[in-house]
Nanobody, 124 residues
């Protein structure tokens, strides 16, 4: 499984970005997809996850109401729409995949595959 994240950049506070993560995988619908982020000097933290066929999502409280995760199985791509961005959202954002039919995982070690990360910088 290979994951390629893109869409990061520099944006002013209050702005929006959409991250994409393209997956090279045989059966994309076998995988739950997640987004994590890591700010300098901090641990990697969960942002959002989406089930295999988008029937359920889970979003961290810190971004709830501002960030939306979605996926397009035909394009084997997962997205993170980020609105009302704040300086504290500045981080490297990583997409991740886990082959599971269970509950949506939210811990770093739950995921088996990771993308390379894309930098998001929000200026005040």
């Amino acid at each position: 499984v290979q994951l390629q994240a893109s869409g990061g950049g520099l944006v002013q506070a209050g702005g929006s970005l959409r991250l994409s993560c393209a997956a090279s995988v045989r059966t994309f619908t076998n995988y739950v997809m997640g987004w994590f982020r890591q700010a300098p000097g901090k641990e990697r933290e969960f942002v959002a996850a989406v089930s295999r066929r988008s029937s359920s999502t889970h979003t961290a409280d810190s971004v709830k109401g501002r960030f939306t995760i979605s996926r397009d199985n035909a394009k084997t791509t997962v997205y993170l729409q980020m609105n009302s961005l704040k300086p504290e959202d500045t981080a490297v954002y990583y997409c991740a995949a886990r082959e599971t039919w269970g509950p949506l995982p939210t811990r770093v070690y739950d995921y088996d595959y990771w993308g390379q990360g894309t930098q998001v910088t929000v200026s005040s």
